[in-house]
Structure formats: C-alpha cells, structure tokens
C-alpha cells in the first residue's frame, strides 16, 4: 500500500499515480462513437476539424472523470478492497486520499464542461442539455443517493451515451442535425462499450455480491452475462452489412470487418477465462471498439473519395 497523497502536486511522481486513476487504457473506447459520428458527417459533407477535436477531448474527458468518481466512490462504499481483481485502485490502496481523486474528478468536469460552453455557443442548448447529463452519468454511475451501476442500470446508461449520444451528438456539432443513418450507426460502437463494462462486472461478480452492489451481471449470473457479450458483439458486426444491402452504407465499409478476429480472440477468452484472468479481455474490448469504428472510418473516407 502506498502512503495517501493529500494534494495533487504532493510528490514528485505523482503523475504516475494520477496516470493509473484515469486509466488510459479506457480510453480508445471513449474515442469510439466520436470517431463514428464525426466520419459520418464527413461522409456527407459536414466538417470541422476544431469542433471534432472538442468533441473528442469531451468524451475523454468524461471518461476520465467516471474513472475518477468509480474509484472514489466503490472505495468509500467499501466495494473496492485489498482482494480486489482488477488494477489497483488508487483511493482504495492510499496512493491518493479520497478529497484529491474527488478534487481531480471535479477539475476534469469543469474542463469538460468549458469546452461543452464553446460548442454551445455554436450549435445551441440542445448540446449543453446532453453534456450536463453525461457528466451526471459519469458521477452518479457509483455516487450519488442512487448510483444506477449499484442497481442494475450500468449497461443501460453505457449503451445510451457511449452510443447513441456520442455518435449523433457528434454528428450534430459537425452537422447542425441528425439522420437516421447517424442513430443507426450508434448501436455498434454502443454496444461494443456496454461488452466492455459486461467483462468488468464479470471479472468483479464475486466481489460485487459481496458489496451488494447489484449489477446486472450479479442479477443474471455468468452464463447468461456471456451470452450478453456475445450478443452485444454480435449485433454490433451485423448492423453495417444490413446497412449495406438496404443501399444506405457503401461496400468500402466492410472495411470494419479487420477488426472481427480481435472480436473472436477476446470472444473466446470470455468462454473460458474468470476473475483476475479478464483483465485481458477488458483492455482487448476497449481497442476492440476503438479499431471497429476506425476501420469503419477508413472504409468510408476511401468511398468517399472514390467518388
């Protein structure tokens, strides 16, 4: 255990320890659905490299602050122990105080809530009312009165902002509006992300049932939390090629089928595998979302260029 840092600027490597509580390797997946929304603008003539990146350093930076709050909360909630399973946590191993993780999570909103102002200012309320409800998701998924992860809702809450309100939120900074084609193309990268929390409950079901924390995967079981995975892969790879045949997505767009036998690898490491041994899979289904959508970006940036 390492001694609490009581600030954040306490010791000299103690970005070290700040690296570890955002955990960066979640991150990819949150770049997903803005990757999605923002080539899909593209592919029909909207684009602005600015209002992109702001969009991408939002979804980042909400990650970052869930992560945050995550870390914090499971730990005063006493859901996070020394027998946990997955990377270390930084609140509950001491490595930083419970007031700094919080101090760090609530600059991370500030700073994601000043860009959110700017495109507010570009594209009207409609995207402030978004964001301000992201960073209550983000906050409220452990803390809170009634943290939704505690109570089933976890996969819920995933699906809706790391799909559909990344993508055609996304897609309407660049644009002005959404298409049906931008909510369609936001179930995959959706889903993908919700298989990314599924592995993460897998791999703490034991602990999670200690704690009394009821996520959907303690009220389902592991087999059937499988089969959620399954599934939620599943419908994700089969959304372009029925987008394809009903004429509304190029061929070029199969190009997102590169990423498919990193989707087997890390479905057959799901059959198999429990506990500690997940941590694996959580990191492959976060690059896995990540490459879905860029293969998926590359294939349609090459129609349109084509044409």
């Known amino acids: 255990m390492g001694l609490p840092v009581d600030s954040l600027t306490a010791a000299p490597a103690n970005w070290r320890v700040w690296w570890l509580a955002i955990r960066p390797k979640t991150l990819p997946a949150a770049a997903a659905g803005v990757i999605m929304g923002g080539v899909l603008a593209w592919s029909e003539g909207h ?41 270390t946590r930084v609140t509950q191993s001491g490595l930083l105080s419970a007031r700094a993780v919080k101090i760090g999570m609530t600059a991370t909103l500030v700073v994601a809530l000043g860009l959110g102002l700017y495109l507010t200012y570009r594209r009207g309320w ?17 803390g809170g009165p009634f943290p939704y992860g505690y109570h089933g809702l976890g ?28 909510w369609i193309m936001a179930i995959p990268p959706g889903l993908i992300i919700t298989a990314l929390l599924v592995v993460n409950n897998l791999r703490d079901i034991d602990e999670d049932k200690a704690a009394g924390k009821k ?32 004429g509304y997505l190029p061929l070029p767009t199969l190009t997102y089928l590169l990423a498919a036998p990193l989707a087997i690898q890390v479905s057959r490491g799901i059959a198999v595998k429990s506990g500690p041994a997940l941590n694996a899979a959580l990191a492959m289904t976060a690059r896995l979302a990540f490459f879905y959508s860029l293969f998926f970006a590359a294939g349609l940036l090459a129609a349109g260029l084509l044409k």
């Open 126 to 142: 409609i995207v402030l009312a978004v964001g301000l409800a992201a960073m209550a998701a983000a906050v409220l998924y452990t």
């Open 47 to 87: 684009w602005s490299t600015m209002l992109w990146l702001i969009a991408l350093s939002i979804a980042c930076l909400l990650q970052i602050a869930s992560n945050l709050a995550n870390d914090v909360y499971d730990a005063e909630r006493g859901t996070d122990t020394a027998d946990r399973k997955g990377p």
């Open 155 to 182: 996969d819920l809450f995933v699906y809706l902002f790391f799909g559909q309100a990344a993508v055609t939120g996304t897609y309407f900074v660049m644009a002005g509006r959404t298409t049906p084609l931008a």
């Open 215 to 246: 996520t959907l995967t303690v009220r389902i079981g592991p087999l059937w939390t499988k089969i959620e995975y399954w599934l939620c892969l599943t419908i994700a790879f089969l959304v372009p090629p029925a987008l394809i045949v009903a």
